[in-house]
């Protein structure tokens, strides 16, 4: 049974740091490309990290990039998104999930996601 796990949201400052992780079982994260999207409150569901199966190539939009990284842990079966210099626009829930290697078509289900909120 396919599963992903997201946690390490929180409360940070603006500036912060944090880094989330999705534990994934049922598959295998380095055999799949995989995404992290963000929905802030009112607001459409946004891609902020892709890295794809095949030599984890990666890639953000513009609102993240520079501050955000993607990356996998093969032995933990895990995918993380460390977040840095933080934004108050950085403010939403944070899914992590399997997609094609642009991260603009999704597979599977959403998780509960985890909560990161940037505010002084």
């Known amino acids: 049974q396919v599963q992903l796990v997201e946690s390490g949201g929180g409360l940070v400052q603006p500036g912060g740091s944090l880094r989330l992780s999705c534990a994934a079982s049922?598959?295998?994260?380095?055999?799949?490309?995989m995404s992290w999207y963000r929905q802030a409150p009112g607001k459409e569901r946004e891609l902020v990290a892709t890295?794809?199966?095949?030599?984890?190539?990666?890639n953000y939009p513009d609102s993240v990039k520079g501050r955000f990284t993607i990356s996998r842990d093969n032995v933990q079966n895990t995918l993380y998104l460390q977040m840095n210099n933080l934004k108050p626009e950085d403010t939403a829930v944070y899914y992590c999930?399997?997609?094609?290697?642009?991260?603009?078509?999704?597979?599977?289900?959403w998780g509960q996601g985890t909560q990161v909120t940037v505010s002084s």
């Open positions: 999930i399997r997609s094609s290697s642009s991260g603009a078509t999704r597979f599977g289900s």
């Open positions: 049922g598959f295998i994260v380095s055999s799949v490309h």
């Open positions: 890295i794809t199966s095949s030599g984890g190539s990666t």
